[in-house]
């Protein structure tokens, strides 16, 4: 459900208002990267992912049938802890299973199982057995899976992808623009490249399939910053289509 202004006990002395940017912000709930739909505070430069600003006080996750997942505004206990589901630290707004000892990031917790654009499917998987595309390692962390079965991608790797210094977007307010244009070309086109490496000697469905696959990595970074209805189609998606 979306309300166009909210009232959040993070942000008690403004009400935070709906909006949409194609444009990375950080979360002052999770303390994560996002893009897309969220609630701003315009006066105090205040932003949350909408699974921030709208939590469920608690979840349950197929990934994890036996547990119950809280919402928390901070981690538990004193000890540093991780996300689940990406590997990266947990410093803000959490689900946590007190049971298991479980954590995920809000935004980590709401994945969709099934990203689908009408023409390619990418599963979403625990664990996969195949290596990463990106980074080469097998077990990180969750990751999405062409149908063909050929193309995996770590939630954590979407991440590195745009949040590898990502401070450095806002270095230079006024040039936003360019330097998230820049960004985002050093980041995407590698894997693209990466894909077209691993199949060139692939003829068929299955370079079909992971030709679909790379166009489709602009779904994924949207589910996993945290708005998975998003193209980002003035960004990733024209870069993806070069």
Known sequence: MKYNEISHFSHPQHKLRFEHTEFP?????????????????????????????????????????????????R???????????????VTGFVYHCQACGFDLHPCCARLPMVLDD????????????????????????????????KYNLHVACVKEMLVESWHEIYVGHANTSTSTTRKLQTR??????????????????VKKCCEMAALAVQFIISAVLGDPTTLIAGVVGALMSK
């Open 25 to 73: 912000f950080k979360c002052d709930g999770c303390k994560e990267v996002g893009i897309g739909s969220h609630y701003k505070c315009g006066i105090c430069d205040y932003d949350l992912h909408m699974h921030c600003a709208l939590p469920s006080p608690s979840i349950c996750h197929p990934f994890y049938t036996k547990c119950s997942f809280q919402f928390l505004p």
């Open 75 to 89: 981690p538990p206990g004193n000890t540093p802890r991780y996300c689940n589901a990406c590997e990266k630290d």
């Open 118 to 149: 009408g023409e390619v499917k990418l599963y979403l998987y625990r664990k996969v057995s195949a290596s990463c595309h990106r980074c080469g390692r097998k077990g990180r962390s969750w990751s999405y899976r062409s149908t063909c079965k």
């Open 188 to 205: 995407i086109p590698s894997l693209k490249s990466t894909l077209q490496t691993h199949h060139h000697r692939s003829k068929g469905k």
